[in-house]
């Protein structure tokens, strides 16, 4: 298999891929809901850990993806989204 090329889309899309969003305390889980609305979720938005201090929450959500395109402008929004650190 050549790993530098992307896989064909029809071998990959449609799908469904699961997410885990960390973002710190300036982060609004309401914003990942707004973003969500937009899309075809098969979870919701789910709180996850926060971090000792507090400053960290992580945020789980499970999104079905018709194809690339798609699932690159869901991941483009949440990482815009303030206060986000991390996309898993």
């Known amino acids: 298999m050549d790993w530098t ?3 064909e889309e029809s071998k990959v899309y ?5 997410f885990r969003v960390i973002g710190d305390e300036t982060f609004d889980a309401q914003t990942l809901h707004e973003i969500c609305k ?3 979720l ?3 938005v789910e709180a996850g850990n926060a971090s000792s201090g507090g400053k960290y929450r992580s945020y789980q959500v499970s999104v079905h993806f018709p194809d690339r395109a798609t699932h690159h402008r869901f991941h483009n929004a949440v990482k815009a989204a303030k206060g986000v650190k ?3």
Do not use: S
């Open 5 to 7: 090329k992307e896989p």
């Open 38 to 40: 937009e899309y075809d």
């Open 42 to 44: 098969r979870a919701p």
């Open 86 to 88: 991390v996309v898993l």
């Open 14 to 18: 449609p799908a469904t891929h699961h």
